[in-house]
């Protein structure tokens, strides 16, 4: 068999705005995949095989972080994917690509309290996902909502809380073994942790 082969193209600026304050990145991509392998005839023994479709995807991403505020910071970033399969498959040629969003993203905001306080929060999002070639089944899109407080006791040691997936949303994080298996998204959950600075 031969390698399979990819081609990309990308593009991508970062702009730094209001001094340092705010910064925006932008950046769009082409990437086509050559000699993808296509099942002739999987009852043949061996199967037979040959290496002319294609996978192709375009997108782009953006994002913005900014400090609205001293104590107050933004970050968004999002992206969007156009992909299709070539292949010779009547029932696939033209379809998305699998587990591959349309629309994906994330929104995260933290403000600083007196008193070394830190407290954030934010949203991950995204779009539903095929999870199988004839895009005929789908895997739903999802948000997830985390939190973080954080708490400087001095110079040298900060004590961090993160908060993941408030909402207790069930959700699929990925599916594997053709489809047939999915595993299941974190629950509700936190984690405590510190930084030490000597």
Same mark, same amino acid.
């Given at each position: 068999?031969?390698?399979?082969?990819? %081609?990309?193209?990308?593009?991508?600026?970062?702009?730094?705005?209001?001094?340092?304050?705010?910064?925006?990145?932008? %950046?769009?991509?082409?990437?086509?995949?050559?000699?993808?392998?296509?099942?002739?005839? $999987?009852?043949?023994? =061996?199967?037979?095989? @040959?290496?002319?479709?294609?996978?192709?995807?375009?997108?782009?991403?953006? +994002?913005? %972080?900014?400090?609205?505020?001293?104590?107050?910071?933004?970050?968004? !970033?999002?992206?969007?994917?156009? #992909?299709?399969?070539? !292949?010779?498959?009547?029932? #696939?040629?033209?379809?998305?690509?699998?587990?591959?969003?349309?629309?994906?993203?994330?929104l995260w905001?933290?403000?600083?309290?007196?008193? @070394?306080? #830190?407290?954030?929060?934010?949203?991950?999002?995204?779009?539903?996902?095929?999870?199988?070639? %004839?895009?005929?089944?789908t895997s739903?899109?999802?948000?997830?909502?985390?939190?973080?407080?954080?708490? $400087?006791?001095?110079?040298?040691? #900060?004590?961090?809380?993160?908060?993941?997936?408030?909402?207790?949303?069930?959700?699929?994080?990925?599916?594997?073994?053709?489809? +047939?298996?999915?595993?299941? +998204?974190? =629950?509700?959950?936190?984690?405590?942790? !510190?930084?030490?600075?000597?």
């Amino acid at each position: 068999m031969k390698p399979q082969e990819s %081609a990309n193209f990308e593009v991508g600026s970062k702009w730094d705005l209001f001094g340092t304050r705010v910064s925006l990145t932008g %950046a769009a991509f082409r990437t086509l995949n050559k000699n993808v392998i296509f099942t002739v005839d $999987a009852a043949a023994m =061996p199967p037979v095989y @040959n290496q002319d479709d294609r996978q192709l995807v375009k997108g782009v991403t953006g +994002g913005i %972080a900014g400090q609205v505020t001293e104590r107050w910071n933004v970050l968004f !970033s999002a992206g969007y994917l156009d #992909t299709a399969q070539n !292949s010779q498959n009547a029932a #696939t040629n033209g379809k998305q690509l699998v587990l591959t969003p349309t629309f994906s993203g994330s929104l995260w905001s933290t403000f600083s309290l007196p008193g @070394n306080l #830190t407290l954030g929060g934010g949203v991950r999002f995204t779009d539903d996902v095929f999870i199988n070639p %004839a895009n005929t089944i789908t895997s739903p899109g999802y948000s997830l909502v985390d939190g973080l407080v954080e708490y $400087a006791v001095n110079s040298h040691f #900060t004590l961090r809380l993160n908060l993941y997936n408030l909402t207790d949303e069930r959700y699929i994080r990925n599916v594997n073994n053709n489809g +047939g298996r999915y595993n299941p +998204g974190s =629950p509700r959950s936190a984690m405590l942790s !510190s930084d030490v600075w000597f």
